[in-house]
């Protein structure tokens, strides 16, 4: 599963494993992919320096990536609690009720939210960039589009590529004007942020409207059936991030939860503002159904929504709550029917794509005898 990208990023598959554990992260380089630690949820410079370090001793000499949430415009000198100040009171009652409904009982007095997430402030995430540009990183992700000009280059400056998710061929080549390197064409069926577009239809586009740019497929791909697929539509690899949520170096926290992904099938999600204000794909709850009900107050704007359950989540994950609990993850949840490791779903979309390569070279051939 080699492309040219994959060849000049050194890797043996075009397979980049989005994730936001550092030991499924460094597993995925270790099986020959290409590993991206989501940043998003560190809030402390010093636990992304710790788990970067942890990635550095434990990938050998594989290359990695990091992944931030940041817009491409600077929006400075607003503090966290001004932004929370802004959330309604109607919508913390909202939550306070819904909780009650379901008995799920309180944090700790003193126990902070683990789900607290401030990785979209411009202040935390420059602050994560500081971090990284310290560790031998080869790819930066944006998962808000092109990040800012400043930042690009400051990347470029070290060597390191910079790619940026997109819905649309419109989007794509706002981040080929912008200097990224790399569009990862993210289509409806995928978990987290996602725009309207299938990736059966958006690959093909975006491929074609930022020619010659390397593009990498990502959206209901967990196979390598589908590996292939997405290559012969023109992408130089594979974005995965669902599939490794359920494999044995991921650190959920909550047996439950994997028991939800395990037992899930594809049509088990949703796309739902309930988690960060903006539409993102993830299991079908009770908690979401709250949030989607007409008859409810509606969810906040990013990101006053994300402010607004993070306790919430934290207290649903801890005590797995299992009618409200829930993660971002793909159409393609389906497929996730067992615990495995990173390695064997390696083992598994190899023989995928070569089953694939295969087939489609007899298809092929006998066309050719015709």
């Known amino acids: 599963m080699q492309t040219e990208l994959s060849k ?4 043996e598959h075009a397979v980049f494993g989005f994730t936001p554990f550092p030991a499924v992260a460094a597993a995925i380089s270790r099986a020959g992919g290409f590993g991206v630690l ?7 410079p010093d636990d992304l320096k710790r788990d ?7 990938v050998g000499d594989r290359p990695y990536g990091l992944d931030v949430v940041m817009p491409a415009k600077k929006v400075e000198g607003v503090s966290e609690a001004e932004v929370e100040a802004m959330i309604p009171e109607g919508h913390r009652q909202f939550v306070r009720d819904t909780l009650a409904q379901h008995g799920v009982p309180e944090l700790a007095e003193g126990e902070a939210s683990g789900w607290r997430i401030t990785g979209w402030m411009e202040q935390v995430a420059r602050t994560q960039l500081d971090v990284a540009f310290d560790h031998p990183i080869r790819l930066l992700a944006n998962a ?5 000009a400043d930042v690009v280059a400051r990347a470029h400056d070290q060597d390191v590529l910079v790619a940026a998710l997109a819905g649309s061929a419109r989007h794509a080549r706002k981040h080929q004007a912008a200097g990224i390197d790399i569009v990862v064409a993210q289509g409806y069926e995928a978990g987290g942020h996602t725009g309207e577009i299938a990736t059966m239809v958006l690959t093909p586009e975006v491929v074609e409207a930022v020619a010659p740019l390397p593009v990498l497929a990502a959206g209901g791909i967990g196979s390598g059936q589908q590996v292939a697929a997405a290559l012969a539509l023109g992408a130089q690899g594979v974005w995965l991030g669902s599939l490794w949520l359920t494999t044995t170096e991921a650190d959920l926290h909550a047996p439950a939860l994997t ?12 796309r739902s503002r309930a988690l960060t204000g903006k539409p993102a794909r993830q299991l079908r709850t009770e908690w979401t159904d709250a949030w989607d009900d007409p008859a409810g ?4 704007p990013m990101p006053l929504q994300g402010l607004l359950v993070a306790e919430a989540v934290s207290r649903i994950q ?4 299992e009618p409200l609990l829930g993660t971002p993850v793909g159409q393609i949840v389906g497929r996730m029917s067992a615990e495995r490791s990173v390695q064997a779903v390696f083992d598994d979309l190899t023989r995928g794509f070569e089953r694939a390569v295969d087939r489609i ?10």
């Open 259 to 270: 028991r939800k992904l395990l037992a899930a099938g594809s049509g088990d999600t949703v």
């Open 8 to 11: 000049q990023l050194g890797v």
């Open 144 to 148: 808000l589009g092109s990040p800012p």
């Open 297 to 300: 107050p509606g969810t906040l």
């Open 318 to 321: 801890k005590y797995e709550v």
């Open 52 to 58: 970067l370090d942890w990635i550095d001793a434990h």
């Open 38 to 44: 989501g940043a998003v949820r560190y809030t402390a």
């Open 361 to 370: 070279n007899r298809i092929a051939g006998r066309s050719g005898q015709q």
